[in-house]
């Protein structure tokens, strides 16, 4: 099966709830255009619409954060100060490891220890 992008799953959710472009652009502080690029994925949300697109269409945000390609400037500023990341990132891309899937592992197994 093959896995829907955040624009996908955005404009189905939108598209299911019979919210209309221009309203769901109001209620979550962009313009029609910019919702329209995000639906496209030719845009990434910010961390705050993407929290907005959350609210707004009752989904989790860390599901929608996960599927999103966009990098805050403090996550790639750790990213850079921390090498065992881009070691971690060249091993997977190497050994042909789906990101998606073993990224949802990972979050999976650190929220299972957290008990989250």
């Known amino acids: 099966m093959e896995r829907r992008t955040l624009g996908q799953l955005i404009r189905a959710t939108r598209l299911a709830q019979d919210i209309s472009l221009r309203e769901f652009a109001k209620k979550i502080g962009v313009t029609p255009p910019h919702v329209c690029d995000i639906e496209k994925d030719r845009r990434n949300p910010t961390d705050r619409v993407l929290k ?8 989790a945000y860390e599901d929608l954060q996960s599927m999103n390609g966009w990098i805050d400037p403090d996550l790639k500023d750790w990213a850079q100060r921390n090498p065992a990341v881009g070691a971690m990132l060249r091993t997977m891309r190497q050994f042909g490891q789906d990101p998606h899937e073993l990224a949802e592992k990972i979050i999976k197994t650190l929220r299972k220890e957290q008990k989250i």
């Open 52 to 59: 907005e697109i959350a609210k707004v269409l009752n989904l």
